[in-house]
């Protein structure tokens, strides 16, 4: 489960990560009014206005805006609420920006009057080749940490954490001088970098990144921007975190799909797909595009498959305009096929007339019964028994 930026800094904040003074907002009243509580408590005179989607590149979209007065607070609210925010990680359709969350400006002189700043990149997430957790970091933040990778792979470093141990503190120790840290910024960054794993492990946090992790003129250290992504099947225990979800921001067909217990992933091909397990679910995709064509999506009906979820995932796929053709693949094992092919047939009948071809392959459990009942339903519905020949039928109708 992704979250927005200001629901990340709440959750790094409550495990101790230090992060700038911010307050959400979604009119341009309330972005003033934020600011101006933002002035009180901290004393700054210029702010962040950061559009709230799901995706990353806000700033280069035009989504993320530096107001030096509070005047210019309220007019970048205006311009950033309601458009569509277009990024490199949104398409080409953008997503719409509901909220924006003002934030304390970071960009402030020390007790000198120099602005000594510095950003760095830092990630927690699994390495699942070794299975342990590991921290990614480097000197080089504030910009696509791929292109870091790329171009200067030796300011890339990672530091492995022990399965059972934790992170350990000379390993933070290690981290903070490998940044290039010293005197109080080295000891804050330690700091920091032991509250973000505590941060990771006991969010239940599939992926944490900070890009860029600030040091200040003052030498504090300060998560200016987060993604988190959470493990929704830790989410029965993380309640609070669960609540946070934002559906607006997901694609309606996955949101949809939920409901009915399917697990739903969305693609870019012309060949629907419905299968029950994740393998099977893989073989079928690979099996469509060895056959020429393009899978649309990634739907697993589970063990538990019914008729009333094989036509909810049907009715899902259908509205996917680039779909030219249906395969459903089903193997009885948990699952009887009699039930999936009465799904079929359920479909047919309440959706009304498909015009595009469904190739439906059926073993195992009660298979003999559910062809049985696809033929007798009068249904132009096109059998095979082996995948091989489910995709020469994909080869040859789509």
């Known amino acids: 489960m992704n979250l927005h930026e200001y629901q990340g800094k709440y959750i790094l904040n409550k495990y101790g990560v230090p992060v700038p003074k911010g307050i959400i907002a979604d009119t341009p009243a309330a972005a003033l ?3 101006r509580q933002i002035k009180k408590d901290v004393g700054v005179d210029s702010f962040a206005v950061k559009a709230q989607i799901h995706a990353g590149g806000r700033g280069k979209g035009g989504g ?3 107001a030096k007065t509070l005047n210019e607070v309220e007019e970048y609210a205006k311009q950033i609420l309601g458009m569509t925010l277009v990024t490199h990680q949104t398409g080409p359709q953008g997503k719409e920006v509901h909220k924006i969350l003002v934030e304390q400006s970071i960009y402030y002189p020390n007790e000198n009057g120099d602005i000594d700043v510095a950003e760095y990149y830092m990630s927690v997430l699994l ?3 070794k299975g342990k957790n590991i921290i990614m970091y480097s000197p080089e933040g504030g910009m696509d940490i791929e292109k870091v990778a ?5 300011l ?4 492995e954490v022990e399965p059972g141990h934790g992170l350990q503190g000379f390993q933070a120790r290690k981290i903070a001088f490998n940044l290039g ?5 080295f000891k804050n960054m330690v700091k920091f970098v032991s509250a973000l794993y505590k941060t990771y492990t006991e969010s239940d946090a599939a992926m944490l990144e900070i890009n860029p ?3 200040t003129s003052d030498n504090l250290i300060l998560a200016a921007d987060c993604k988190i992504n959470l493990d929704d099947n830790s989410l029965y225990r993380q309640k609070e975190f669960a609540d946070m979800r934002d559906i607006t921001e997901e694609d309606p067909s996955e949101v949809e799909a939920g409901k009915f217990d399917l697990n739903f992933i969305k693609l870019d091909g012309n060949v629907g797909c419905m299968v029950n397990g994740a393998g099977l679910a893989m073989a079928t995709m690979d099996i469509i595009k060895l056959s020429g064509g393009d899978p649309a999506n990634f739907l697993d009906v589970g063990g538990s498959a019914n008729a009333e979820n094989v036509e909810a995932g049907f009715r899902i796929i259908l509205k996917d305009p680039n779909v030219k053709a249906i395969l459903l693949n089903i193997f009885g094992g948990i699952v009887r096929c009699d039930r999936v092919a009465q799904g079929v047939v359920d479909a047919y009948t309440k959706i009304g007339d498909i015009k595009i071809p469904v190739i439906v392959r059926l073993q195992g459990t009660n298979a003999e019964e559910g062809k049985q009942l696809i033929d007798n339903s009068g249904l132009k519905v096109h059998s095979a028994i082996t995948l091989q020949e489910s995709a020469d039928l994909v080869k040859e109708l789509v």
């Open 33 to 35: 009014q934020a600011a």
């Open 64 to 66: 993320v805006k530096i």
């Open 127 to 129: 390495n699942r080749a």
């Open 150 to 154: 790329e171009e200067t792979p030796h």
């Open 156 to 159: 890339i470093f990672n530091e």
């Open 181 to 185: 840290l010293s005197g109080m910024a």
């Open 213 to 215: 992790v600030f040091k």
